[in-house]
Nanobody, 120 residues
């Protein structure tokens, strides 16, 4: 059974930092990519940052220069270091892992979400 366990969310003041972690277990096939999405109230879920199997990264324009995604392949864990947080970063953050099913079609797995609130 696939499990994605997220941690690290919480309440932080503007300008502060948080580090999110997501540990994946039970994934049978290779992981193609890992990433973080977020969804604010009344808005669609959006990609925040992604990291491919070889390690290339991509970021939403709104977080470039402030957030850093990284991963530990041995632990199947992806991290999101968030610095200089702004109130508009407030959202539920979801971990995503893209792997394959038994027919080799892409398959996405999602974490349960962790709340990040940036407020004074």
């Amino acid at each position: 059974q696939v499990r994605l366990v997220e941690s690290g969310g919480g309440l932080v003041q503007p300008g502060g930092s948080l580090r999110l972690s997501c540990a994946a277990s039970g994934i049978t096939f290779s992981i193609d990519a890992m990433g973080w999405y977020r969804q604010a109230p009344g808005k669609q879920r959006e990609l925040v940052a992604g990291i491919s199997s070889p390690g290339s990264t991509n970021y939403a324009d709104s977080v470039k220069g402030r957030f850093t995604i990284s991963k530990d392949n041995a632990k199947n864990t992806v991290y999101l270091q968030m610095n200089s947080l702004k109130p508009e970063d407030t959202a539920v953050y979801y971990c995503n892992v893209r792997s394959r099913d038994k027919y080799w079609f892409p398959k996405d797995y999602w974490g349960q979400g962790t709340q990040v609130t940036v407020s004074s």
